[in-house]
């Protein structure tokens, strides 16, 4: 009988200190109370060294946005609109299998191209209204020319297309 009392002794002593052990004290902020030494997520105990309340700022001021030039969006849309035109004329030119509906493929591409430039609302002297002017044109001339019989060549279209790419990736 005594031999089980001071086991339940023992046993009681043992519960009682591990539950000391593993307690710990929370501050009000969710981090340990200063000298519980209680474990950290990494499961080493925090620095003892009482936390630092760091001085109040002033309430950050937002950084403006900046402003868009609304000038250089209509820019870069006729941009992304005649070179999207311009690809797809050319990918549907290679595909037709007819000279008929080679011209029909041109001739869509010059309305497609000029309704594009007149939507944009650039001024008629701007840099890229003229660019894609000129791609019309020269889609015109083909068009001109193929219809008459002729074998246009494709050089100046090419040029007109290439120079309106590079000034596009300028803006």
Aim: hydrophobic share 35%; charged share 15%.
């Amino acid at each position: 009988m005594r031999v089980l009392r001071f086991l339940a002794l023992a046993a009681v002593a043992g519960l009682v200190g591990a539950a000391t052990g593993c307690s710990t004290t929370v501050s009000g902020r969710g981090v340990f109370a200063d000298g519980t030494g209680g474990p950290t997520p990494s499961g080493t105990a925090p620095d003892t060294a009482s936390p630092t309340a760091s001085p109040a700022s002033p309430t950050p001021t937002p950084t403006p946005s900046p402003t868009i030039d609304p000038l250089k969006m209509k820019r870069q849309i006729t941009c992304v609109l005649v070179q999207a035109n311009v690809k797809s004329v050319n990918d549907r030119f290679n595909a037709a299998k007819s000279r008929n509906a080679q011209i029909t493929i041109l001739r869509s591409g010059v309305s497609t191209i000029d309704a594009s430039l007149r939507r944009s609302q650039l001024p008629k002297a701007d840099g890229v209204y003229t660019a894609g002017g000129r791609i019309s044109a020269e889609l015109r001339t083909l068009v001109t020319s193929a219809s008459r019989g002729g074998q246009p060549s494709t050089v100046p279209y090419n040029t007109a297309t290439s120079r309106f790419r590079k000034l596009c990736m300028s803006l």
